[in-house]
């Protein structure tokens, strides 16, 4: 799966049965399936529609934490709506062949 921008890259990649690698510009982040769902509930909660107007208006930037607290990112507007199309291409259904 990759999300490539004009600016950034942002790639996850499966090695092996439950072991994920979420791929960004500065560092790599292994992740577990587990691990990979809750950071899957934090990009959605933080892209509706009311939290980027409360982002735009206010900060805009927001800190998560991932992989049990391992890691913390600070992500802009533009970042995390590229991690939320990533996060939601891997879970969108795959259309049969």
Known sequence: ME??????QY???YSKR????????HKTIDLTFCQL???RKK??????FQALET???????????VADNAH??????????????LVQSLFA????V
């Open 18 to 25: 439950n072991a994920y690698q979420l791929h960004l510009e």
């Open 3 to 8: 999300v490539c921008t004009q600016r950034r």
């Open 37 to 39: 769902l809750a950071f």
């Open 43 to 48: 990009i959605f909660k933080h892209t509706t």
């Open 93 to 96: 259904p795959s259309p049969l």
């Open 11 to 13: 790639r996850l990649s």
């Open 55 to 65: 982002l735009v208006n206010e900060d805009n930037f927001v800190l998560l934490f």
């Open 72 to 85: 913390l990112l600070l992500l802009d507007v533009p970042q995390l709506l590229e991690l939320r199309d």
